[in-house]
């Protein structure tokens, strides 16, 4: 079965941290993808990556960075963690299907800055 | 802007009713539409799509409409199940292995027994 793996729940950091979420899939992907879900805004694109060492910016970057290292792994960081950074992160990945590009979703990382 | 919108945030149905979605877009270049659905403190999982060379594709209970000269497509859920209850989410992207997906806000649905 498809996984998609994000390392934390629930995570609180302070203001000022650098904060590192990770995400890992089993399913040897090309595209892997960080969104944000906040209320009333639904999914937001803050990066994506369709290969090792590739990365794209999404819709809101701004205070983020990204790092593929693996094919599996790819990770989120947020060099200096502000109290508008809190939200639920979610990491995607993909594959093309004929009907359109499926994401498969993790549970979701729900950070907390303070 | 917004090229994906999805009005009318929240839905309550009848169990055994049709739930109805509706989804808007701008971007005419769009040619692919999916739809997700996602239950609280779980990630969305893909439900449905269609290509725009469709009107209608099916799937069990669930049916997607899409109207191109309208620029809006909608889910049908019939008949509605409590275990429907969820947000949805409309998304769209333009040419075939585009893989960024522009996003609606999502449709909370509630399924009432």
């Known amino acids: 079965d498809v996984k998609v793996t994000q390392s934390s729940r629930y995570l609180v950091k302070r203001t000022g941290e650098k904060v590192f979420l990770e995400c890992v899939q089993d399913?040897?992907?090309?595209?892997m993808f960080w969104y944000r879900q906040d209320p009333g805004l639904g999914l937001r694109l803050i990066y994506f990556?369709?290969?090792?060492?590739?990365?794209e910016k999404g819709d809101i970057p701004e205070g983020y960075s990204v790092s593929r290292e693996k094919k599996e792994r790819f990770s989120l960081i947020l060099e200096s963690a502000s109290t508008n950074q809190t939200s639920m992160y979610l990491c995607?990945?993909?594959?093309?299907?004929?009907?359109?590009?499926?994401?498969?979703f993790g549970s979701g990382t729900q950070l907390s800055v303070l | 802007d917004q090229q994906v919108k999805q009005n009318s945030p929240s839905l309550s149905v009848q169990e055994g009713r049709i739930s109805i979605l509706n989804c808007d877009y701008t971007?005419?270049?769009?040619?692919?539409f999916l739809w997700y659905k996602k239950y609280p403190a779980e990630g969305p999982t893909f439900l449905i799509s269609?290509?725009?060379?469709?009107d209608k594709n099916e799937d069990g209970r669930f049916t997607v409409f899409l109207n191109k000269s309208a620029k809006h497509l909608s889910l049908h859920i019939v008949p509605s199940q409590p275990g429907d209850s969820a947000v949805y989410f409309c998304?769209?992207?333009?040419?075939?292995?585009?893989?960024?997906?522009?996003f609606g806000k999502g449709n909370q649905v509630v399924v009432i027994p």
């Open positions: 995607a990945s993909s594959f093309w299907s004929g009907g359109g590009e499926k994401l498969f």
């Open positions: 399913m040897d992907h090309e595209n």
């Open positions: 990556s369709y290969d090792v060492k590739m990365k």
């Open positions: 971007n005419s270049m769009f040619d692919y």
């Open positions: 269609i290509s725009s060379i469709k």
């Open positions: 998304a769209a992207s333009v040419g075939e292995g585009n893989n960024r997906l522009a």
